[in-house]
């Protein structure tokens, strides 16, 4: 039953073509086969079934997978537009028997294995897609679609192809385009033999077996649907024998298969796979779309465009219509595609900004569909569990990138920030912590951004050797992590993620090695880094009810092994330790802020005790004594004046330029607030002035580049009156000492009526007065520090830096 006599039917098609879809459909129907074999893993022929199910949704894809190590899997992607899709549910449909006939899984992930060329790494040739994929073999290959677009004239493929195929009206003989195709791609294999496809000769000689097989049963009834590529070698006449010897001593693997949602972005180019398509939303479109497709498209655009709340209305969308035929018929093109639709689009409704097509590009042209399979696929044992604890927490899962925000107050939430924490442990990144767009401090609120991408299929196969549900697979990883982590600062993050995560099996263990190993390491930056992941845990812990009384004990005594530590550690550091060393300083200080708040009394008053020394010893870094001078001012532990005297030390003569810049960073850098210090205490400023004015010229030129970087974390408004109070001189002491009176807001004393401004304002917030009384309190004006109206450019070296 060939397309011009006896033998069987080849349907040479392009993966992922509605074109070709639509012509294997109307050559089924023509030739009415008894059997219809598809590229395709054999292995998989126990799940063809399912492909009728009214649960199955494509895009989906078939996974194969090693069962020792499931990393080493590959995917054959399908869509509703896919040829080889089309012909599996035509034969379904009318009880026809479907047969996948390409070279089995189990061969070609173990040639995989055993690769060591970028030739032997093509097992799975056009449909069958590795999760491991090297660009190296795309570069190798040859495109028979980019060599036919050239030789008629054409640049680009893709163009071609819709010209050729896709736009193209059905033939009266539906077997004429697959007789085209294969002569061309005859003459191909004939210029170009394997084309650089690595393995396609075993993958062709396993295919004739399979088709002579067939044709043994069903004699001339039988219908083969595969890459156009294909057809010349499977028209080729070689004996059995000669097949056979091809395929014999092939390494074997042991596999399982499963089907597994697949989305349109992963069908893309721009995904990485070869046997991709650019415009796998658009291809969708013409391939559903029942007539005017180009009148239907544009509809879709305009609807895209007004749910963003752009204004795009019926005439756009007319004029649009219009727009593209008419590129279509200057450009001597059957129908417009996408090029011309996004040229109309670009000119009617994007009034020629390229900025809203990247919208429809990702919604639209690609999309993001996300394929579903029914229950009764196979599956590990850890998917179902997944797929359970989804149904029942309410969590789908979607391509369309979403943030979800969760209270931990509320059991459903709580529930399923514990999943979304225990499938990161088992490197299931279905879900990333983000940052709120709502501002919060607390612990009580989570933010997450979820993605499901096809990949994680794989990960949670993989994931199933620790246990057969996501709480006895994460424990298990846990404390598998926990024995194997290197550094101290690792199981310390671990136990955090145990707490996140509600482990409580895993986290004795960890607090185990947590024990063990703080008490052999003596770094104390080791031990500084690991402070303030144990003791956010603690904080963690109280908002999920879990009893952290070992984790606060261990807390505790690294909290005072690191005051031990400190000080001698902080001694003769070079400038990128002492760098370092700060951040670690900070660090410590947030932790002991929060281990005072959760009960564990004492560790501020000692902490306060470690900053006084560091900050008054000569032997430490000026960077890391100014930060200890800065932390205990913020902290209301420096006397009166005693701020001014310390800097007044460190910028004294007999400090060099370098270390006293150093020690400017340190107090007043660093995104802390700095800025703000030096505008309300003149004293501070005056003295970081007199010293910049003193440095000498060579000096000056060395230390610019530090206090540049200090001084230009200010915000813009910080750094203007900065500028203001230098150039009028801070309580009179400036260059302008003769002008009487001090900026506004900057006198030695108290302004009483500009403290009772705020007033009126505080009590509204409160509710404790009306709007009227508001509004009569703030009809007049008030001026405030650095929203004067002079440009206040000071003309000194301060000024210059800030």
Known sequence: MSQRGRGPLLLGVRHHGPGSARAARAALDAAGPGVVLVEGPPEADALVSLAADEDMVPPVALLAHVVDEPGRSAFWPLAEFSPEWVAIRWALERDVPVRFIDLPAAHSLALRAQAVTPDDLEGLGEQGEDQSGDDVREAMRVDPLAVLAETAGHDDPERWWEDVVEHRAGAEDAFAPFEALGEAMGALREEYGDGGHGLDLVREAYMRLQLRAAQKEFADRVAVVCGAWHVPALRVKTTVAADRAVLKGLPKAKVDMTWVPWTHRRLARAGGYGAGIDSPGWYGHLFSAPDRPVERWMTKVAGLFRDEDRIV???????????????????????????????????????????????????????????????????????????????????????????????????????????????????????????????????????????????????????????????????????????????????????????????????????????????????????????????????????????????????????????????????????????????????????????????????????????????????????????????????????????????????????????????????????????????????????VDDWLTGVSADAFT????????????????????????????????????????????????????????????????????????????????????????????GDNDLVGVA
Not at 366 to 392: I, Y
């Open 313 to 687: 209305s019926s005439a756009h969308v007319i004029e649009a219509v219009r727009l593209a035929e008419t590129l279509a018929a200057m450009r001597g093109r059957p129908l417009a595609g996408l090029t011309e639709t996004t040229d109309a689009i670009r000119a009617v409704m994007c009034e020629g900004s390229d900025v809203p097509l990247s919208l429809v590009h990702d919604k639209l042209v690609v999309g993001d569909v996300l394929g579903e399979v029914p229950d009764a696929a196979p599956a590990v044992p850890l998917q179902r569990d997944l797929t359970r604890l989804q149904r029942s927490l309410r969590l789908k899962p979607e391509a369309l990138e979403r943030e979800l925000e969760l209270d931990l107050r509320k059991e459903t939430d709580a529930a399923r920030s514990r999943l979304l924490h225990r499938l990161r442990l088992l490197d299931v990144g279905w879900g990333e912590p983000a940052r709120s767009v709502r501002a919060s401090t607390g612990t009580f609120r989570e933010t997450w951004r979820l993605r499901w991408e096809p990949e994680l299929s794989v990960r949670v196969a993989e994931a199933g050797v620790w246990g057969t549900t996501v709480l006895s697979a994460a424990t298990a990883r846990a404390e598998a992590d926990a024995i194997g982590a290197q550094a101290l600062a690792d199981v310390t993050a671990l136990a955090e993620r145990c707490l996140l995560a509600e482990l409580p099996e895993a986290l004795p263990v960890v607090m185990r090695v947590l024990a063990d190993r703080a008490a052999m390491d003596a770094d104390v930056g080791h031990l500084a880094q690991a402070l303030p992941a144990l003791v956010r845990s603690l904080r963690y812990g109280d908002v999920r009810g879990t009893d952290t009384q070992a984790l606060s004990e261990v807390a505790a005594g690294l909290a005072e092994r690191v005051f031990v530590g400190l000080p001698p550690a902080c001694a003769g550091l070079d400038g990128d330790a002492a760098a370092e060393m700060r951040g670690h300083v900070d660090a410590v200080h947030t932790a002991v802020g929060l281990l005072e708040n959760d009960g564990t009394a004492g560790h501020r008053g000692r902490w306060h005790s470690v900053l006084r020394v560091l900050a008054a010893r000569d032997s430490v870094a000026g960077v890391i004594r100014g930060r200890c001078a800065r932390l205990l001012l913020d902290d209301g532990q420096l006397a009166e004046g005693e701020a001014a005297r310390l800097m007044g030390l460190a910028l004294s003569p007999g400090t060099g330029p370098a270390e006293a810049a150093a020690w400017i960073e340190g107090f007043v850098g660093g995104g802390s607030g700095g800025g703000l210090l030096l505008v309300h205490d003149e004293r501070l400023l005056t003295l």
């Open 702 to 793: 060395d230390v610019l580049p530090l206090l540049r970087r200090t001084f230009s974390a200010y915000e813009s408004g910080v750094r203007r009156t900065l500028g203001e109070l230098v150039r009028r001189g801070p309580a009179g002491t400036g260059p302008t000492a003769a002008v009487s009176a001090a900026p506004p807001g900057f006198a030695p004393g108290l302004d009483h009526a500009r403290a009772d401004a705020v007033l009126p304002v505080v009590r509204l917030l409160l509710g404790t007065d009306d709007a009227d009384a508001y509004a009569e309190a703030t009809s007049g004006s008030c001026s405030c520090p650095g929203s004067g109206s002079g440009s206040g450019r």
